[in-house]
């Protein structure tokens, strides 16, 4: 089992940036892969952003490239998602998540969540 706790979350104004971080504990990640995901009230839950750990190889849904960039830190056991030119429409709370394997955008394929951490844009 993989613990994972989100921070960095915040409230910014549009046009704006905030870097979310999640830290890992419990497992060596480099036979899994990490996933961002976000919901946002009355929405489902939807893919916004992917990393292969051993690689760093990334992932992102169409409606953040660009925009969004995940990465992460071995010595730290902690994955990174810059977000920059935020918009409203990116209200939501944050999930980081974990799975052994490789990277999908399915959420519901990602067995270790983080608590969740809300992002608000203001306009």
């Known amino acids: 089992q993989v613990q994972l706790v989100e921070s960095g979350g915040g409230l910014v104004q549009a046009g704006g940036s905030l870097r979310l971080s999640c830290a890992a504990s419990g497992r060596t990640l480099s036979t899994y892969a990490m996933g961002w995901f976000r919901q946002a009230p009355g929405k489902e839950r939807e893919f916004v952003a992917a990393i292969r750990w051993i690689t760093g190889s990334t992932w992102y849904a169409d409606f953040v490239k660009g925009r969004f960039t995940a990465s992460r830190d071995p010595a730290k056991n902690t994955v990174y998602l810059q977000m920059d030119s935020l918009k409203p429409e990116d209200t939501a709370v944050y999930y980081c998540?974990?799975?052994?394997?490789?990277?999908?955008?399915?959420?519901?394929?990602?067995?270790?969540w983080g608590q969740g951490i809300q992002v608000t844009v203001s306009s």
């Open positions: 998540a974990a799975r052994k394997g490789l990277e999908t955008s399915t959420w519901n394929s990602y067995d270790n």
